[in-house]
């Protein structure tokens, strides 16, 4: 079955406590995404990667790292979250930027 | 900043009815357009893309693009109330590889 996974599903931290969302697509797109959602803020992208070993920053970057070492993953990094961060977010995966198929979300709370 | 506008709603409307909505955008270059459902709490889901100006069907849905006046809309004929949801629109940014999100219409279907 084609899709994007996302783990873990639901995540409650610690503010400066590091973490890691990961993000795989079984679909050998090249370009990934990762966007948060907030209330009245709506989908607001943070870095996409258009193959691997490059990737670019979105609209709201701050605070989030990437990587892109294999076509398949996409891992979202937080080295010292904060309260600001929490958040619905989402991995997408696509041809370029065209069609993009989301995964199931992470909902992440900072305390 | 390109921008995308939709009413957020929310939109009611019978069962059996047809849905209406719109959505408009500000980049007057934009060449392809999408739509995605989302239910609450989960991700979005694409439904719908056109490229090109005039309608395109799909089973229930049809999209309707207007270049000219920079609109594209999504219209849900013999609506049903699977069909409640958050309905977002979203263009691609063919400058900055990335598509931007409007904010949604939330579409009731009321039985």
């Known amino acids: 079955e084609a899709q994007v996974t996302q783990n873990p599903r639901y995540l409650i931290t610690v503010t400066g406590k590091k973490l890691t969302v990961t993000c795989s697509q079984n679909m050998n797109h090249e370009y990934m995404s990762w966007y948060r959602q907030d209330p009245g803020l709506g989908l607001r992208q943070i870095y996409y990667s258009m193959n691997v070993e490059v990737t670019d920053k979105g609209d709201v970057p701050e605070g989030y790292k990437v990587s892109r070492k294999e076509k398949r993953n996409f891992p979202l990094i937080l080295e010292s979250p904060s309260p600001n961060q929490t958040s619905l977010y989402f991995c997408?995966?696509?041809?370029?930027?065209?069609?993009?198929?989301f995964g199931p979300g992470t909902r992440l709370t900072v305390t | 900043q390109k921008e995308v506008e939709q009413n957020s709603g929310p939109l009611s409307v019978p069962e059996g009815a047809i849905a209406s909505l719109n959505c408009t955008y500000s980049d007057r270059g934009s060449q392809s357009f999408f739509w995605y459902r989302q239910y609450s709490g989960k991700s979005p889901e694409l439904i719908m893309f056109?490229?090109?100006?005039g309608d395109k069907e799909d089973g229930r849905f049809t999209a309707q693009l207007n270049k000219a006046s920079q609109y594209v809309s999504l219209l849900i004929r013999d609506s049903q109330p699977s069909d409640s949801a958050t309905y977002l629109c979203?263009?691609?940014?063919?400058?900055?590889?990335?598509?931007?999100f409007g904010q949604g219409t939330r579409l009731t279907i009321n039985p």
């Open positions: 056109i490229y090109s100006n």
């Open positions: 979203a263009v691609r940014d063919e400058g900055a590889q990335k598509l931007v």
């Open positions: 997408a995966s696509g041809v370029l930027t065209y069609e993009q198929y």
